[in-house]
């Protein structure tokens, strides 16, 4: 009898970027209009994703996750709604809070994204996908009008110019500005992604 040996482990497979073929496979009708139109609590959240020269990034996109106002986290289906005869996406029902959004930025790198309040915390998940990156990004857009935030954890561990990336500025009623900086330049801040590995 010949002995077995264990074949020594493998280091795991490099990861490859990604894109970019997201941008055609991904988007998909209505994407970013999480909120039913005409909802009376619709929020915007818009900004632009720079790279570390500040420079748009044309072809990301931006995933939105967040809890219902009422702070439910079980979500509903309804996004990616298809046509029963050709199969298409044909997006959203426009009826149902999904709390789930998906948008590509446009040539100057800019998203928008209309939704409702979450329920329970005072942020809004974002994940980013752009050319370039090995994998996507996690950070948060925590609302500036959310009522006090120095409770939140994650804020409180972190410097004042590190916070401030997380925080969306005013840009008119129920309007929210948040620009995603995917590196920090001369002049501004990298936005804080989080490491959920």
């Known amino acids: ?25 991904l988007p998909f009708t209505g994407g970013g209009d999480i909120a039913p139109p005409g909802h009376p609590d619709t929020l915007t ?17 931006v995933e939105a996750w967040q809890p219902a106002p009422d ?28 709390g789930f959004g998906r948008v590509p930025t446009d040539a100057d790198g800019h998203y928008t994204l209309r939704t409702l309040p979450p329920g329970g915390v005072a ?17 948060r857009a925590y609302l500036h009008d959310a009522g006090p935030l120095g409770d939140d954890a994650l804020l409180a561990g972190l410097s004042p110019v590190r916070r401030a990336t997380l925080i969306t500025t005013s840009d008119g009623p129920r309007v929210h ?3 995603i900086r995917l590196q920090g330049g001369d002049e501004h801040e990298e936005t804080v992604f989080l490491d959920f590995g």
């Open 1 to 25: 009898m010949t002995p077995t040996t264990t074949p020594a482990p493998q280091p795991p497979t490099p990861s490859q970027t990604v894109g970019p073929f997201y941008g055609y496979a």
């Open 177 to 179: 500005r948040f620009d």
């Open 45 to 61: 959240l818009h900004g632009r994703v720079l790279d570390g020269a500040g420079q748009p990034v044309p072809d990301a996109i």
């Open 123 to 139: 942020y809004i998940s974002l994940a980013v996908f752009a050319r370039g990156l090995l994998h996507h990004l996690h950070t």
């Open 71 to 98: 702070g439910s986290r079980t979500g509903a289906p309804g996004s990616l709604r298809r046509d029963p005869v050709t199969g298409a996406v044909i997006g959203r029902d426009t009826v149902t809070f999904t």
